[in-house]
């Protein structure tokens, strides 16, 4: 693949900001103010959507780096220690009786162990990490390809979301509302860089971070890699599954396809 055919916007976004700032934010980037950061991602929105289904093939990667390029710290945001009892209680036996749920519009429902998640094939990558926010940070991830679990579950025909259910929760009704949610489509769900991450720089997930799994889908924005993972869903639609924009942000207003 070319250089030119990367498109590389989050490359080139960084080497911006490169020049104009050298702060560093707890061994990551803090790219800029976080205004600037969200016009340029705003107004790039369209054109981000349109190079990705237009002239971008489907299996073109994110960059990829080196052990050199790890961030010594990489940020935690977002909930960083779920409170869900249920999640609790499996935290503090190490998720040793935790199961991953796959189920909505696919041919085998699955409940896998973090052993058995562990026996399938996986792919490691070191990439770049950028929040919203306004900051990046780079770290090594390694997981099970989402394409291996959808391989087993086997899709239905309808099936054209994967949406992605949260231990944790974020907002304040009390509710199921509150709680953390993703989805994505079916050319990222198939997408060699898209794994569900039970490690993080060589070590067992922590809890900051999403154990004991989160989604990594590479090409797009933080918010979309869902973290505490304990259920996916294979969706036909968006609409019916709560505000209907497909993730807890979105419901806020985010765009849904969050390209870098
Ligand atoms: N379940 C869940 N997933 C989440 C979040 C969250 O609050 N809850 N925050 C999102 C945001 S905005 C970012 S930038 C990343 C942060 O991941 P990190 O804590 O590993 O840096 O997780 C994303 N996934
Ligand atoms: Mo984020």
Redesign the pocket.
């Known amino acids: 693949m070319s250089e030119e055919k990367r498109l590389d916007r989050r490359g080139f976004l960084a080497r911006g900001f490169a020049a104009a700032s050298t702060v560093l934010l707890g061994g990551c980037e803090e790219l800029s103010d976080r205004d600037w950061v969200k016009r340029v991602l705003e107004s790039g929105e369209t054109l981000t959507r349109v190079t990705q289904e237009a002239l971008l093939s489907p299996e073109t990667l994110a960059r990829e780096y080196s052990e050199a390029d790890l961030s010594p710290d ?7 220690n779920p409170d869900d009892p249920a999640y609790v209680a499996h935290a503090k036996n190490g998720f040793a009786d935790w199961k991953l749920s796959v189920g909505g519009l696919v041919e085998t429902p699955l409940e896998l162990s973090l052993a058995e998640l562990r026996a399938m094939p996986s792919r490691t990558q070191i990439t770049r ?1 950028d ?3 306004g900051w990046s ?1 780079i770290g090594k991830w390694k997981g099970v390809r989402l394409s291996a679990l959808l391989d087993r579950a086997r899709l239905k025909a309808g099936a054209r979301y994967l949406v992605f259910h ?3 929760a ?1 907002g304040s009704t009390g509710t199921e509302a509150d709680k ?1 949610y ?1 989805s994505i489509g079916l050319a990222d769900a198939f997408h060699e860089q898209t794994i569900l991450a039970y490690e993080m720089n060589g070590e067992t997930l922590p809890i ?3 154990a004991p799994l ?1 989604l990594r889908v590479e090409r797009q ?3 979309k ?4 993972v304990m259920r996916i869903e294979a969706v036909d639609s968006l609409a019916g599954i709560r505000g209907g924009r497909g993730g ?2 979105e419901d806020l207003g985010y765009e849904w396809y969050a390209g870098i």
Do not use: I, Q
């Not at 990489?74 to 960083?80: D, V």
């Not at 890699?225 to 505490?228: D, G, L, R, S, V």
């Open positions: 990489f940020k935690a945001n977002g909930s960083t990490h929040c919203v926010e940070c949260c231990a944790d974020l953390y993703e900051p971070h999403g989160r924005l933080g918010y890699m869902a973290k505490y807890f942000w």
